[in-house]
């Protein structure tokens, strides 16, 4: 058992992210350095070295380790709603008109979720 244990331990650093996913679909990446899990009255909270993040477990549907943060899709916004823009940790930076003027208005690199009307997706801001 302890070398199960340590096998998993040694392939979960090879990971730098930790997708924790909801059951609505929505993807919350985390960094994997420092991670920690904390359980009590219904909620996950999830702790690392960037900070830390509080789930309902009744609505997540999955929880996996991810190399990066690929297979971004382009949202759309949908004319007059424009796209609402979150960190990973589902803080609010704002809304804007277009995905373009969203790029273009955040200051900070890292990533952010846009959401569309019908789709959340991922994008990498560098500056």
Do not use: W
Request: proline letters at 2%.
């Amino acid at each position: 058992m302890v070398v199960i244990c340590t096998a998993i331990a040694a392939k979960a650093s090879d990971y730098p992210y930790m997708v924790i996913r909801g059951a609505d679909g929505t993807e919350n990446y985390v960094k994997s350095d420092g991670l920690r899990f904390t359980v009590a009255g219904g909620q996950l909270m999830v702790s690392h070295a960037d900070g830390s993040a509080s789930f309902t477990i009744s609505e997540l549907s999955s929880m996996a380790f991810a190399t990066n943060l690929s297979g971004v899709d382009e949202v759309m916004a949908v004319e007059g709603r424009g796209v609402e823009v979150y960190t990973v940790m589902g803080l609010s930076v704002g809304k804007f008109e277009s995905t373009e003027a969203a790029r273009e208005g955040i200051a900070v690199p890292g990533v952010y979720l846009l959401k569309g009307e019908k789709v959340t997706t991922k994008i990498l801001i560098k500056k």
